[in-house]
């Protein structure tokens, strides 16, 4: 059997960042609660790892209320600007380890809705990173999803200044195709394409690989919003395609009398855990 395996494949810049971020605090600051501000990335072996080590997550605001001191890291997906002033009001210590791609998108969504821009942020409403978005836009602003979402789209100005930015790990056809369903209603609309290109190049080179093989595999935690990405990208191209989140899920069975397997991760999938999956397809054809 020939294995074509996805270069792409694994921890983004951002999470790489984030979660060496988390391993730095606790070698750093060893007397000291340290919390993330929701999981650090959507992986549950990194995150049973982390509480081996002691950290807490906070999962919400009202649990941030509760903390009355220790070390706060902002994940890689962000958090809204009334948990930069929670945090402060409290005097809680916090480290940003915010992407920069998602940094770049609070900024645009903070300067344009000043500006009076309505935002629009195409992606999903309760993803995490969303929710940051959201939160550095005031109250004109709506998530849309789907073709339905965009169509449904109405403001009462025609003339209305619209800013559109995206999910940094939306599907990039399927961002264009919503931009342009909400573009024929003719708002004085700004697009700024922030899909992050670490997400762009991980989606196509999985559309390339799934393209040709006979069988497509993807690696990642079910809650990770890219991952499901490049699961719905692979089916689209290769009808086999399985997603796993450990080497045990793999049902090797499924892959006998395929001649060529694909394999590909998303971008919270931790490097030891690729290539068990990589190994063990290999040794058992
Ligand atoms: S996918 Fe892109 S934007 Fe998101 S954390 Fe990774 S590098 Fe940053």
Not at 129 to 152: F, K, L, M, P, Y
Not at 174 to 203: G, H, M, P, W
Request: with cysteine; proline share 2%.
């Amino acid at each position: 059997m020939k294995i074509e395996s996805a270069k792409t494949a694994g921890f983004c810049p951002g999470v790489k960042r984030a979660v060496e971020t988390v391993y730095e605090q606790i070698r750093l600051h060893q007397d000291q609660e340290i919390y993330t501000y929701g999981p650090i990335i959507h992986n549950e072996e990194v995150i049973k790892d982390l509480a081996g080590q002691g950290v807490k997550i906070i999962h919400n605001e009202e649990e941030l209320r509760g903390i009355r001191e220790g070390i706060v890291i902002i994940r890689s997906h962000g958090v809204a600007r009334n948990i930069y002033e929670q945090m402060e009001e409290q005097g809680l210590d916090s480290v940003d380890a915010t992407c920069p791609f998602v940094k770049k998108i609070h900024k645009i969504v903070d300067e344009e809705s000043r500006k009076g821009s309505y935002i629009v942020i195409i992606g999903n409403g309760v993803h995490p990173e969303v929710e940051g978005i959201r939160g550095w836009a005031g109250d004109r602003v709506s998530v849309i999803r789907t073709e339905e979402d965009a169509r449904a789209f109405e403001l009462e100005d025609p003339g209305q200044k619209v800013c559109i930015v995206s999910q940094t790990t939306f599907n990039y056809k399927k961002f264009k195709d919503l931009v342009e369903i909400i573009s024929e209603k003719r708002y004085d609309i700004i697009v700024l394409n922030t899909i992050c290109n670490a997400t762009k190049e991980r989606q196509e080179e999985a559309r390339r690989i799934a393209a040709r093989v006979d069988a497509m595999v993807v690696v990642g935690d079910r809650r990770s919003s890219n991952t499901q990405k490049l699961f719905e990208i692979c089916k689209e191209e290769c009808l086999n395609t399985y997603y796993i989140q450990t080497l045990d899920d793999l049902d090797m069975n499924q892959l006998r009398s395929v001649e060529t397997v694909g394999i590909t991760a998303g971008a919270s999938t931790p490097n030891n855990i690729i290539e068990e999956v990589q190994n063990n397809v290999r040794i058992n054809f």
